[in-house]
């Protein structure tokens, strides 16, 4: 990490709750890979973030091993990037009450994401789920990161993370580098199997809508067959062909190949042989991700001896942040 300081500071979070998808890996944490010799990256597990939504304590923990092991997994070289785990740096719960302090009661009743996850757990609609955003906001201003990777339904709390340092800096001086967004390259949007108008998500009531990193290559192969496609019976990506034009971006990001090549390549064979393909590429894309966690899980003394040596370095950098805000406030 030392010697990477002239490198522009990416970072990003995940939530460890419940299995990583086919549309995590694709969407952003295969980019965290490849970022990895470009930036100085700091990735977190963010824990802190699903408590929002009741779990049980045992699930929990065992997610939260899961998720980081199957992250370590794709490729997340420890070495080259910081990866902690959130609620392991007390720094983040400090600087989002300090933040808190500064963001408006308006800015987040506007957030979309709230409003659609209020409709979803109407029974818990807690005040955490409202103050996310400042958490989030916190997670990323600790680190003065100048690039955050985010999908185009993310952009919303970058803006308002961007706010609140720029309200924050005017008060006090420039105490937060302002964050800049982007939607990486190659960053696949996933939609669900069983119906592509939706993101993949693991709460799918329909387990044929979502794949999971873990799933066996028979599991995978049966989603795929089963995958929601159209009457028309031509692999062409066009308006109206949600499905099959999910099915043209899962294989486009797997194997490299164009839309144009693809549909050359299918031309005159029907949707099954197209799903097949479509399959068999994301069963080699995660066999040697699904090999790699198999050795990473059994080796628990390895996998805590990673997050803690993480830890205590995001706590040292987050610690600046978090001083220089304090004193900047008034605490003594």
Same mark, same amino acid.
């Given at each position: 990490?030392?010697?990477?300081?002239?490198?522009?500071?990416?970072?990003?979070?995940?939530?460890?709750?419940?299995?990583?998808?086919?549309?995590?890996?694709?969407?952003?944490?295969?980019?965290?890979?490849?970022?990895?010799?470009?930036?100085?990256?700091?990735?977190?597990?963010?824990?802190?973030?699903?408590?929002?939504?009741?779990?049980?304590?045992?699930?929990?923990?065992?997610?939260?091993?899961?998720?980081?092991?199957?992250?370590?997994?794709?490729?997340?070289?420890?070495?080259?990037?910081?990866?902690?785990?959130?609620?392991?740096?007390?720094?983040?719960?400090?600087?989002?009450?300090?933040?808190?302090?500064?963001?408006?009661?308006?800015?987040?009743?506007?957030?979309?994401?709230?409003?659609?996850?209020?409709?979803?757990?109407?029974?818990?609609?807690?005040? /955490? !789920?409202?103050?996310?955003?400042?958490?989030?906001?916190? %997670?990323?201003?600790? #680190?003065?990161?100048? =690039?955050?990777? +985010? $999908?185009?339904?993310?952009?919303?709390?970058?803006?308002?993370?961007?706010?609140?340092?720029?309200?924050?800096?005017?008060?006090?001086?420039?105490?937060?580098?302002?964050?800049?967004?982007?939607?990486?390259?190659?960053?696949?949007?996933?939609?669900?199997?069983?119906?592509?108008?939706?993101?993949?998500?693991?709460?799918?009531?329909?387990?044929?809508?979502?794949?999971?990193?873990?799933?066996?290559?028979?599991?995978?192969?049966?989603?795929?067959?089963?995958?929601?496609?159209?009457?028309?019976?031509?692999?062409?990506?066009?308006?109206?062909?949600?499905?099959?034009?999910?099915?043209?971006?899962?294989?486009?990001?797997?194997? /490299? !190949?164009?839309?144009?090549?693809?549909?050359?390549?299918? %031309?005159?064979?029907? #949707?099954?042989?197209? =799903?097949?393909? +479509? $399959?068999?590429?994301?069963?080699?894309?995660?066999?040697?991700?699904?090999?790699?966690?198999?050795?990473?899980?059994?080796?628990?003394?390895?996998?805590?001896?990673?997050?803690?040596?993480?830890?205590?370095?995001?706590?040292?950098?987050?610690?600046?942040?978090?001083?220089?805000?304090?004193?900047?406030?008034?605490?003594?």
């Amino acid at each position: 990490m030392e010697n990477q300081t002239k490198k522009e500071v990416v970072f990003s979070a995940i939530q460890p709750s419940g299995t990583i998808t086919l549309g995590n890996y694709l969407g952003a944490v295969r980019n965290w890979v490849t970022m990895q010799n470009e930036y100085n990256c700091i990735y977190a597990l963010a824990d802190l973030h699903t408590i929002t939504v009741r779990q049980t304590p045992a699930v929990m923990r065992k997610n939260i091993i899961d998720a980081y092991a199957s992250i370590m997994a794709c490729g997340i070289d420890v070495e080259k990037s910081l990866f902690f785990i959130q609620s392991h740096v007390h720094t983040h719960a400090e600087l989002a009450w300090a933040l808190s302090c500064y963001t408006q009661f308006g800015e987040l009743s506007r957030m979309t994401q709230f409003k659609d996850k209020s409709a979803k757990h109407a029974d818990n609609i807690n005040a /955490g !789920l409202f103050t996310y955003p400042v958490l989030m906001a916190a %997670d990323i201003l600790l #680190y003065q990161a100048d =690039k955050v990777p +985010v $999908g185009a339904d993310q952009k919303q709390h970058i803006e308002i993370t961007r706010n609140i340092a720029e309200r924050f800096n005017g008060l006090y001086g420039n105490v937060f580098k302002i964050p800049d967004g982007f939607i990486p390259k190659n960053g696949a949007r996933v939609m669900s199997l069983q119906d592509p108008t939706r993101k993949m998500s693991k709460s799918d009531e329909n387990v044929n809508g979502c794949v999971h990193l873990l799933d066996t290559p028979e599991a995978i192969m049966k989603k795929f067959k089963r995958a929601v496609t159209d009457s028309e019976a031509k692999v062409r990506y066009a308006e109206g062909k949600d499905g099959v034009n999910n099915l043209m971006a899962i294989y486009s990001a797997v194997t /490299g !190949l164009s839309y144009e090549q693809i549909e050359r390549d299918f %031309d005159g064979k029907g #949707y099954g042989d197209f =799903k097949t393909a +479509v $399959g068999e590429a994301v069963v080699e894309e995660l066999r040697p991700i699904r090999e790699r966690y198999e050795k990473l899980v059994a080796d628990k003394a390895y996998l805590e001896s990673c997050y803690r040596k993480a830890d205590e370095i995001a706590l040292k950098i987050s610690s600046r942040t978090m001083g220089k805000v304090m004193k900047k406030i008034g605490f003594i």
